[in-house]
């Protein structure tokens, strides 16, 4: 879809509801995760290295309020981390997803 047609597709969708668009959300972008035993965790020092047990390269999860909505790959942005958005997910997509998580 075209960046104005898109543009214009939102702003109907908004009209009505401008009153909600200061609401604030949290945004996370998940690396990803591990469980790491006590012993491990107080032997962690300054240079420690923490496998994520994610491959490198794999996109990141986007989390909005703690749910899904999206996927992005991690990058370099002015001297800063940032997320560049690849997908994001429809109610359908997020239901599979998540029986596929949960089997």
Not at 16 to 29: K, M
Not at 35 to 50: A, D, F, P, R, Y
Not at 81 to 102: G, H, P
Request: aromatic share 8%; glycine share 6%.
């Amino acid at each position: 879809m075209d960046p104005v047609d898109q543009e214009y597709v939102a702003r109907k969708l908004l009209s009505g509801f401008e009153n909600l668009l200061d609401i604030s959300v949290d945004f996370v972008a998940e690396l990803g995760t591990t469980n790491l035993t006590i012993q491990k965790l107080l032997k962690l020092e300054k240079g420690s290295v923490i496998d994520l047990e994610k491959p490198a390269g794999e996109s990141v999860e986007l989390y909005i309020n703690n749910k899904i909505f999206g996927k992005g790959e991690v990058m370099v942005y002015e001297k800063n981390l940032a997320i560049r958005i690849n997908e994001i997910l429809d109610s359908k997509t997020v239901i599979q997803y998540f029986k596929k998580e949960n089997v």
